[in-house]
């Protein structure tokens, strides 16, 4: 992508916490930023992630000593991870003999909402970047967290880090924003899990959302959204390989006539599902409505939606969701009995997993869900649930049936 820009484009470059998880790999992505800045670009921000685990071992911490901490306090915790990698990355590049200049969020003018741990980023002040540019430094800035209007620290949860790259890329009007990662890009599947996948070397942006948000790791969708609003090229590529090596290019179809429309890109498996069935209500209780108020109230996000209707009057409403917030369902459905829904009743299934393929090229084939199915079946594979969109199907199975169903339709669509 280097050879071909202008010099004088604005690069955004985002490391992650395992490219950051010593200072061997601190010095060595240090040599490669500064011999880009030495080669005459001279307008690169750089986005650290906190290195790998420190994160983790700090929400360990605050657990320990408070599970209800305050999101202020909690925020306040955790933008320390983020604070070291800036810290130690401008030393290292001053060690390479370039100049940095490190910011947190609130001195690079990163505004996010009012929400802790969860914030959105809502304007970034570029003048104080623009201005260290003009001096010819490096701009060394922190993911994952921001500032709002009460200067409160607050952090982006979960693909945050990601996220703040793609929007100070958007705001600084880059040429693309790179994510540096410990792999060499996205792949049709997960290589751990599934036999001959391939890299992806060009993508669009709707499948990549899709990709990411059906269970995908590489990125996070809020990421991959992000870029496709402001149409910001996103490219992901190994933070060790050579600058030559290849690496995966998302960006508007329009601006690529060589994207081939594949019938699928890529297939995805998804092992954290829970499947929720809700029973005991008729048609005039209006009771789904209720049911996906009170989901959205406790901030409980909705996949896979089935109804159905049992004998007589009687309906029956499926949905799949995580794992993680099963004990939260539960808790909106004893709400919704407390507020007149007292014949409700609720089953929860897991040990489930959502395998899917995703393709703009189903757009223009027929017969993709018939295939489908057909490989699954022929696996001897049961579904349990189905959804499909003009670029996706997804298929709900057990969990132990995970692994060969994400093989079966990378077996049948990718060659």
């Known amino acids: 992508m280097y050879n071909e820009i202008p010099k004088n484009s604005a690069i955004v470059q985002k490391y992650g916490g395992t490219s950051l998880g010593t200072t061997d790999r601190i010095k060595k992505i240090a040599k490669r930023i500064a011999d880009q800045h030495k080669d005459g670009f001279s307008k690169i921000a750089v986005v650290v992630s906190a290195r790998s685990g420190v994160t983790n071992e700090i929400v360990a911490r605050i657990k320990e000593i408070n599970p209800n901490a305050s999101g202020v306090a909690y925020d306040m915790a955790l933008a320390a991870g983020e604070q070291e990698t800036v810290g130690l990355l401008a030393a290292a590049l001053e060690a390479e003999g370039v100049m940095a200049a490190p910011f947190l969020a609130f001195q690079a003018g990163i505004y996010t909402d009012m929400l802790h741990t969860k914030a959105r980023i809502q304007q970034i002040d570029t003048s104080k970047i623009e201005a260290v540019w003009a001096e010819n430094k490096i701009v060394v800035l922190p993911g994952f967290q921001g500032i709002n209007k009460n200067f409160e620290i607050t952090t982006?949860?979960?693909?945050?880090?990601?996220?703040?790259?793609?929007?100070?890329?958007?705001?600084?009007?880059?040429?693309?924003?790179?994510?540096n990662t410990d792999v060499n890009g996205v792949y049709t599947s997960d290589p751990r899990i599934v036999e001959n996948t391939k890299l992806i070397e060009r993508m669009d942006f709707e499948t990549?959302?899709?990709?990411?948000?059906?269970?995908?790791?590489?990125?996070?969708?809020?990421?991959?959204?992000?870029?496709?609003?402001?149409?910001?090229?996103?490219?992901?590529?190994?933070?060790?390989?050579?600058?030559?090596?290849?690496r995966t290019r998302i960006l508007n179809m329009k601006d690529s006539d060589s994207i081939e429309n594949l019938i699928v890109t890529g297939v995805t498996l998804d092992r954290d599902v829970a499947k929720i069935t809700i029973s005991g209500f008729q048609k005039g209780m209006k009771a789904i409505p209720k049911i996906f108020k009170k989901m959205s109230e406790l901030d409980i996000n909705v996949d896979i939606i089935v109804h159905d209707r049992q004998s007589g009057e009687e309906l029956k409403l499926g949905f799949t969701t995580s794992t993680g917030v099963i004990d939260q369902v539960k808790k909106g459905i004893e709400a919704l009995r407390e507020e007149g829904l007292s014949t409700l009743e609720i089953e929860i299934e897991t040990d489930l997993a959502k395998v899917s393929a995703v393709g703009v090229g189903m757009q223009s084939y027929s017969g993709v869900a018939g295939r489908a199915f057909s490989a699954l079946i022929d696996q001897g594979i049961d579904i349990h649930m189905i959804s499909t969109s003009e670029i996706k199907i997804s298929c709900v199975v057990s969990a132990k049936s995970a692994q060969a169903a994400a093989q079966a339709l990378h077996s049948e669509f990718i060659k």
């Open 208 to 246: 990549a959302l899709e990709m990411a948000s059906l269970g995908s790791k590489v990125l996070h969708p809020r990421c991959v959204e992000l870029g496709a609003n402001y149409n910001m090229p996103i490219i992901v590529r190994n933070s060790f390989e050579p600058n030559d090596s290849k």
């Open 156 to 179: 982006l949860g979960r693909g945050g880090s990601d996220t703040s790259a793609v929007a100070i890329a958007v705001a600084l009007k880059a040429a693309f924003c790179e994510i």
